[in-house]
C-alpha cells in the first residue's frame, strides 16, 4: 500500500491567522507522525489487514539503518504479552538528549517529547541497586513500534484520540503580498505524534535495546557532531566489525564494513555465510 499523509494550515505565530502561500493556496504542512492513523483508515489498510487476519504492525519513523524491520525480539515479546502496543527505548546518554522520554504516569505507560520535558525535570537522577547515579527519566523513545491491528481500528474510530502539539516553525508565506522567507520561526504548525495513542492502550510492553546495535540516527547536517550520514556510517561499521570479529573472521581496523540486510540480518545470520578469514579492504557483502 502507498498512501499520504494528511496536512493542516500553518498560522501566523502572533496573530494566529493561516498564512498563504499565495492569493490562492493555503500555507500547508504533514500533520506529523500520528497522521498515519487517520491516513491508514482513509487508504483502507486498517480494514484490509483485518479482512486478510494480519493481527499486528510494525512501524518504524526515523532515519536509522540499525532499525531491524520486524525485529523478532520485539514481535515475540508483542505477541505472547498480547499487548496493544509495543515499543523499544535506548538508555539515554544525557538528559538533554533530543529524544522523547517514555515514562510512567499514574500507572500508564506515556511519552514527553523532548521539547515539551522541563529540562530540570529531565536532569533528575536515581541510584541504582549497584549504588550508581543514572537519570531518572532514561528511557529514550528511538521510534520503533508495534501496534494490535485491532487497537488501531479501534482509536482510528475515535476523532480525538491524538491531540494536536503546536510546533514553531520557519515557513515561506505573503507578506503584504509579497513571497518572504523569514530567518527565524513566524509560524506554528499543528502536528499529532503517534506515541499519543499509548495512554488508550490497555496493555504496553517497553523493550530496551543496546544503542550500539539499534540506534544509528541519521538526523543533522554534515557539521554536526552526532546523528549525522558520517557517525551513522561509523556506528554500523564498529557493529559489523563486531559481527565478523565473533564469527572468527580477522578485520583490518582500517577497512570499513557493510553488511547488506539481505546477506545477514544479525549475527546469528551471518555465521551460516560463507565469510574470508581476514578482511584488509574496505569490503560490501550483498547477495
Not at 492569493?23 to 506529523?32: R, T, V, Y
Not at 499514574?106 to 543514572?134: F, V
Request: aromatic share 8%; hydrophobic share 40%; with cysteine.
Amino acid at each position: 500500500f502507498f498512501f499520504c499523509q494528511g496536512t493542516m494550515p500553518a498560522v501566523d505565530q502572533t496573530n494566529g491567522k493561516i498564512l498563504m502561500q499565495s492569493k490562492s493556496e493555503l500555507c500547508l504542512s504533514p500533520n506529523g507522525h500520528g497522521g498515519m492513523l487517520s491516513a491508514l483508515k482513509d487508504s483502507g489498510v486498517l480494514v484490509w489487514c483485518r479482512e486478510h487476519n494480519i493481527s499486528t504492525l510494525f512501524y518504524s519513523q526515523i532515519d536509522n539503518p540499525l532499525s531491524q524491520i520486524g525485529d523478532p525480539l520485539l514481535l515475540g515479546v508483542h505477541r505472547l504479552s498480547d499487548a496493544d502496543v509495543s515499543m523499544q527505548v535506548i538508555e539515554k546518554q544525557h538528559a538533554d538528549d533530543r529524544t522523547g522520554n517514555v515514562v510512567l504516569i499514574d500507572d500508564i505507560t506515556q511519552m514527553i517529547e523532548y521539547s515539551e520535558m522541563p529540562g530540570e525535570l529531565a536532569a533528575q537522577t536515581t541510584t541504582n541497586t549497584n549504588g550508581e547515579e543514572k537519570l531518572r527519566f532514561w528511557a529514550s523513545n528511538i521510534a520503533v513500534h508495534t501496534f494490535s491491528t485491532d487497537f488501531l481500528l479501534r482509536m482510528s474510530e475515535d476523532a480525538d484520540a491524538l491531540p494536536f502539539h503546536l510546533a514553531a516553525k520557519t515557513v515561506r508565506c505573503l507578506e503584504n503580498g509579497e513571497l518572504v522567507s523569514p530567518t527565524v520561526p513566524n509560524a506554528y504548525k499543528f502536528e499529532q505524534f503517534i506515541f499519543d495513542l499509548l495512554p488508550h492502550a490497555q496493555n504496553t510492553m517497553v523493550v530496551e535495546v543496546e544503542r550500539s546495535v539499534a540506534f544509528a540516527p541519521v538526523k543533522n547536517a554534515p557539521e554536526a557532531t552526532f546523528s549525522t550520514v558520517a557517525t551513522s556510517r561509523a556506528t554500523m561499521n564498529e557493529l559489523y566489525h563486531r559481527w565478523l570479529t565473533e564469527t572468527g573472521c580477522k578485520v583490518n581496523d582500517s577497512a570499513v564494513v557493510e553488511i547488506n540486510a539481505r546477506f545477514a540480518l544479525d549475527q546469528a545470520q551471518l555465521q551460516l555465510r560463507e565469510l574470508p578469514e581476514q578482511i584488509d579492504a574496505d569490503t560490501y557483502f550483498q547477495l
